[in-house]
């Protein structure tokens, strides 16, 4: 299973991105999907998730100024991300986890899994 973010880029405090993670067709149903942060000398963070029902977590830094939701028929994850702050730099990953049906197979495995993405990276200059 594969999970590709997108969308980091360099932008100056007080700008936006949205970063996106797709993801393949093996998901049966994706339970939560979330980003976390990584800054320059930190360990990863969570920053926030949303659930398959929509219900959605933030981090206390970024209430208010990020949005995450999913597309649950593309299996894609997005983070709307504005008021940018020199701090929200990092390398971003996107992360899922959920139930799989394999191709094939008539059954859903009933293990949750988890899949990390490879990261994208955001600076954003004061």
């Known amino acids: 299973v594969q999970l590709q973010a997108s969308g980091g880029g360099l932008v100056q405090a007080g700008g936006s991105l949205r970063l996106s993670c797709a993801t393949s067709?093996?998901?049966?149903?994706?339970?939560?999907m979330g980003w976390y942060r990584q800054g320059p000398g930190t360990q990863r963070q969570l920053v926030a998730t949303?659930?398959?029902?929509?219900?959605?977590y933030y981090t206390d830094s970024v209430k208010g100024r990020f949005t995450v939701s999913r597309d649950n028929a593309k299996n894609m994850g997005y983070l709307q991300m504005n008021s940018l702050k020199a701090e929200d730099t990092g390398v971003y990953y996107c992360?899922?986890?959920?139930?799989?049906?394999?191709?094939?197979?008539?059954?859903?495995?009933?293990?949750?899994?988890?899949?990390w993405g490879q990261g994208t990276l955001v600076t954003v200059s004061s």
């Open positions: 992360n899922a986890k959920g139930l799989l049906k394999y191709p094939g197979s008539p059954v859903v495995d009933p293990d949750e899994h988890e899949f």
């Open positions: 067709e093996i998901w049966h149903r994706i339970n939560s």
């Open positions: 949303i659930t398959s029902g929509g219900s959605t």
